[in-house]
């Protein structure tokens, strides 16, 4: 089955980066369910980890940022690049000797909910901003081959 991301790409879109859920920030969820699997609620404390680990996917593509969380009730982000302005990083203690953290999105005039335990968020945020970078030359190649 083949991913949100590659399934929703457009034309002459390619992805640069991938980010993940790190399974560090989803230890308390794991560890409880592992306690509690000789009760029923441990196996669904455990599902419900795998399901959120599996179905949150997020990429930086030469043309915008993709975010996909949930299973059932989808919910998704899709910004282009030239209208993103920044991403914020937020790290907890725990995030930063385990190398994860929160992501917030800003795009002109909006701010986006956290994107919560994802993995290497400076990385993530770096490859923003090279894609970024790179978009903003191609634009502006565009620009000054139409003004010529």
């Not at 980066?17 to 409880?32: A, D, K, N, T, V």
Request: proline fraction near 2%; charged fraction near 20%.
């Amino acid at each position: 089955m083949a991913s949100y991301v590659d399934s929703n790409l457009i034309k002459d879109e390619a992805v640069l980066h991938r980010g993940h859920i790190s399974l560090w920030s989803l230890s308390g969820l794991i560890f409880f369910g592992v306690v509690l699997l000789p009760v029923v609620i441990g196996l669904f404390l455990l599902l419900s980890a795998w399901i959120k680990y599996k179905t949150t996917e997020l990429a930086v593509t030469n043309k915008r940022v993709i975010v996909k969380t949930g299973l059932i009730s989808r919910k998704t982000l899709e910004l282009n690049l030239a209208k993103a302005e920044s991403i914020q990083v937020d790290q907890s203690l725990m995030g930063r000797l385990f190398n994860f953290g929160s992501l917030q999105i800003n795009g002109t005039g909006m701010a986006h909910a956290p994107i919560s335990g994802i993995r290497a968020p400076l990385e993530f945020r770096r490859q923003f901003m090279e894609a970024q970078d790179q978009a903003a030359e191609r634009y502006g190649m565009a620009a000054r081959r139409q003004e010529a």
